[in-house]
């Protein structure tokens, strides 16, 4: 015959503070997307910075003629830097013309309001598309991952090794 235990009290106080704590913290995505924002404007450098190759869109080169004059009058800048004002909007957390960071407790915009991205985004019959504003392949991943750790530990992007190791595989 086996031996037997009873337990007749059981303390929980520390359990339903974390809970209450992890309840707490899943009213407030703030700090998730403060980090989102800083992912987003290294995937929009990277972008500018090799074309759109890194958006999965590459753009298309300027017209032979156009790069020739855009050369001369404003440098070698790359495909959609003239001035500096649409790459500034979306690679710098700064209050830079246009940018768009916007961060409430449960909404966050990232973006621009240069007004002629939209004609790069989505091209016209005189210009090619060249997207400058686009959402990276993991981005839904790393933001669901860092949406977890900030709940349940109250940080974001440094304990993602016991996350992962208490939860298995996000």
Same mark, same amino acid.
């Given at each position: 015959?086996?031996?037997?235990?009873?337990?007749?009290?059981?303390?929980?106080?520390?359990?339903?503070?974390?809970?209450?704590?992890?309840?707490?913290? @899943?009213?407030?995505?703030?700090?998730?997307?403060?980090?989102?924002?800083?992912?987003?404007?290294?995937?929009?450098?990277?972008?500018?910075?090799?074309?759109?190759?890194?958006?999965?869109? !590459?753009?298309? !080169?300027?017209?032979? +003629?156009?790069?020739?004059?855009?050369? @001369?009058?404003?440098?070698?800048?790359?495909?959609?830097?003239?001035?500096?004002?649409?790459?500034?909007?979306?690679?710098?957390?700064?209050?830079?013309?246009?940018?768009?960071?916007?961060?409430?407790?449960?909404?966050?915009?990232?973006?621009?309001?240069?007004?002629?991205?939209?004609?790069? +985004?989505?091209?016209?019959?005189?210009? @090619?598309?060249?997207?400058?504003?686009?959402?990276?392949?993991?981005? @839904?991943?790393?933001?669901?991952?860092?949406?977890?750790?900030?709940?349940?530990?109250?940080?974001?992007?440094?304990?993602?090794?016991?996350?992962?190791?208490?939860?298995?595989?996000?």
């Amino acid at each position: 015959m086996g031996k037997y235990m009873k337990v007749t009290k059981v303390d929980t106080s520390a359990l339903r503070r974390r809970f209450m704590a992890m309840s707490r913290r @899943a009213q407030n995505f703030t700090p998730v997307f403060r980090w989102m924002m800083q992912e987003l404007q290294k995937a929009h450098r990277d972008n500018f910075r090799t074309e759109g190759t890194t958006s999965g869109f !590459p753009w298309q !080169p300027l017209d032979p +003629q156009y790069a020739s004059w855009k050369l @001369a009058n404003y440098g070698a800048n790359g495909i959609l830097v003239r001035s500096g004002d649409l790459r500034n909007s979306l690679t710098s957390m700064n209050s830079n013309r246009g940018a768009v960071r916007d961060i409430g407790l449960r909404t966050a915009y990232f973006g621009t309001t240069i007004g002629y991205a939209k004609f790069h +985004q989505s091209g016209t019959s005189n210009m @090619a598309q060249r997207k400058p504003l686009f959402v990276p392949k993991m981005m @839904a991943h790393d933001v669901a991952r860092a949406t977890g750790e900030h709940i349940v530990y109250g940080s974001v992007g440094e304990v993602y090794s016991n996350l992962k190791r208490g939860f298995g595989v996000l």
